[in-house]
């Protein structure tokens, strides 16, 4: 099959690997129709992540054709049309019952809190991603479901990741009626979190970034207000203005650390693998929000050595919510969202890009060129 593959840090390509094998009698393999490339990735690209090894795939948002199920796979039958939860989980161990299926127990041997990721390092587990033709989709029971007739193949891909991460901010937040809400970010996740507050009763989003026609994107899809933080000497400051010096109700970091990274992360990047830079949207969030309100956070961090305002969070009694989102947690409501008419995902969409021209797609997306929000990734296309 044809498989993009890491080769070390901004050095991705194409190349034929072997069609995965079914290796546990839970696993499926599917033919992949639909990725994305995720803000997240970013992290693994820029080689920022621990233990992102030559030779991954990469690519954890993907839906596709069931083509082949192990012996004990019950739900799914070769043929069918399924979307891939983001997380790999068992279903069954302490946390799957809880519903914290991003925790799963027994599906990462190199981590106690994160369960597994597909395409993330084998600190997320060492699973190959769904950036190829096909891919090994173990406890296939229990993540994947068949995609609704009545529902648009790019809308399933966003709902593999993307648009359940942000409701799940939003969730996160415990948005009260009428509460001010500001988001940080307006990459795919921090738009779908803004437009997500209003369905949780928000009476005021705002969205924070520093690209023009994403700022565009948040004001047309999340009808958001937006403001440029290169536009303002502080932009906590402006925001305590704009909340009648009180500040938010509820902050949502959709940014987590910057997958560029900072220099001296670079410089050590060989060595010890530090992710992203510093949390300066998470530092944000905790100053522009309430005494006694809510930061929630769901972008992504790792193993990062920089300073959070803890203590100015502990004085002004804030809650902090986190997690990676339990995916499929997320879409009963979702899908009622989407079949109704309040939703459609797959309009974040900006750029489709054939499997072969992968490359390109990851340099497009790191350097923020031709106005790319989201780009969705066609195997065999091209």
Not at 288 to 297: F, I, L, N
Not at 346 to 357: A, F, Q
Request: charged share 20%.
């Amino acid at each position: 099959m044809r498989a993009m593959v890491y080769r070390g840090p901004y050095k991705v390509r194409v190349e034929e690997k072997d069609v995965p094998p079914i290796e546990h009698p839970n696993d499926a393999i599917v033919r992949v129709t639909l990725a994305a490339i995720c803000g997240s990735d970013l992290h693994l690209y820029h080689g920022m992540m621990p233990d992102t090894r030559v030779g991954m795939t990469f690519g954890h948002e993907f839906i596709g054709v069931v083509e082949q199920v192990g012996p004990s796979v019950r739900n799914l039958q070769p043929g069918d049309r399924v979307m891939v939860p983001f997380n790999i989980y068992c279903g069954s161990c302490y946390f799957c019952a809880r519903g914290l299926y991003s925790n799963c127990h027994n599906v990462n041997p190199n981590a106690t809190a994160v369960g597994g990721i597909y395409g993330y390092s084998h600190t997320c587990g060492g699973y190959d991603g769904g950036q190829a033709e096909y891919v090994r989709v173990p406890f296939a029971d229990v993540g994947p479901s068949l995609i609704p007739d009545w529902m648009d193949d790019e809308d399933a891909l966003l709902l593999t990741d993307a648009l359940p991460t942000g409701y799940f901010g939003a969730q996160l937040g415990d948005i009260s009626e009428g509460d001010t809400v500001v988001v940080f970010g307006a990459g795919p996740v921090g738009l779908f979190a803004a437009k997500s507050a209003w369905f949780m009763g928000a009476g005021r989003v705002i969205v924070i970034d520093h690209l023009e026609y994403r700022l565009e994107k948040a004001r047309t899809f999340a009808h958001a207000e937006t403001y440029n933080f290169t536009e303002y000497d502080d932009i906590v400051v402006h925001l305590k203005k704009a909340t009648g010096y009180l500040g938010a109700d509820v902050a949502i970091d959709a940014v987590g650390a910057e997958a560029d990274g900072n220099f001296l992360q670079h410089v050590l990047a060989a060595k010890i693998k530090l992710q992203g830079g510093s949390p300066v949207a998470l530092n944000w969030a905790i100053d522009s929000v309430r005494k006694g309100g809510t930061v929630s956070v769901m972008g992504a961090y790792g193993p990062i050595f920089s300073a959070v305002k803890f203590g100015d969070a502990l004085n002004k009694g804030l809650t902090l919510r986190m997690n990676q989102c339990p995916v499929k947690r997320q879409w009963p409501r979702l899908f009622e969202h989407i079949r109704n008419g309040y939703l459609k995902p797959s309009d974040i969409v900006t750029h489709r890009i054939p499997l072969e021209h992968i490359a390109e797609g990851y340099h497009m997306f790191s350097a923020k060129l031709d106005n790319c929000i989201k780009p969705v990734i066609v195997p065999g296309a091209g």
